[in-house]
């Protein structure tokens, strides 16, 4: 053979004989067979996954309009610092007047200590009796044994 000779053939030598080979139509056939479930599987995935994004777009809006409502919730607060500053000055107040009710009832309580201890004390010594103011020495018998 000469170098220059090609043993390939063309596509446009072989293109009138294409509806002719039935091997080939076969092939393609057995091909195509072998292929089609996978493409099939493949073609229902991709749609199974555009449907998917599709609901996941969706949600996603969904939860951007609830994310907008809260920030515009978030920035429409009140000004809370002068009820917070008032609330610090009440509670301020309020310590000083515990504190000083504590201290009154200690005192209170000290008070009733030191009244019980004189009661104790007071019932514990006798009481001392004035002697009457004597009457004229010349009293009667009876009114000076009375006297004892």
């Known amino acids: 053979m ?20 039935p091997t080939r139509d076969t092939l393609a056939e057995g091909l195509l067979g072998l292929l089609k479930p996978t493409v099939d599987q493949l ?16 949600q ?20 809370l610092d002068p009820y917070v500053k008032k609330l610090i000055a009440c509670k301020h107040k309020v310590t000083v007047v515990l504190n ?3 201290a009154s009832q200690d005192r209170l309580n000290e008070i009733r200590r030191m009244i019980s201890k004189e009661k104790v004390v007071r019932a514990t010594l006798p ?22």
């Open 60 to 79: 996603i809006d969904s939860l951007n309009e609830e994310l907008q409502k809260v920030r515009e919730a978030l920035n429409n607060h009140p000004d």
């Open 43 to 58: 073609d229902d995935r991709v749609r199974a996954t555009r449907i998917a994004q599709l609901e996941l777009k969706q």
């Open 2 to 21: 000469d170098d220059t000779e090609s043993t390939t053939t063309s596509a446009d030598e072989n293109t009138g004989n294409l509806c002719d080979n």
């Open 100 to 102: 000083v009710l504590q």
């Open 127 to 148: 009481v001392p009796t004035q002697p009457e103011p004597e009457q004229s020495t010349s009293g009667t018998a009876s009114d000076r044994g009375s006297i004892n």
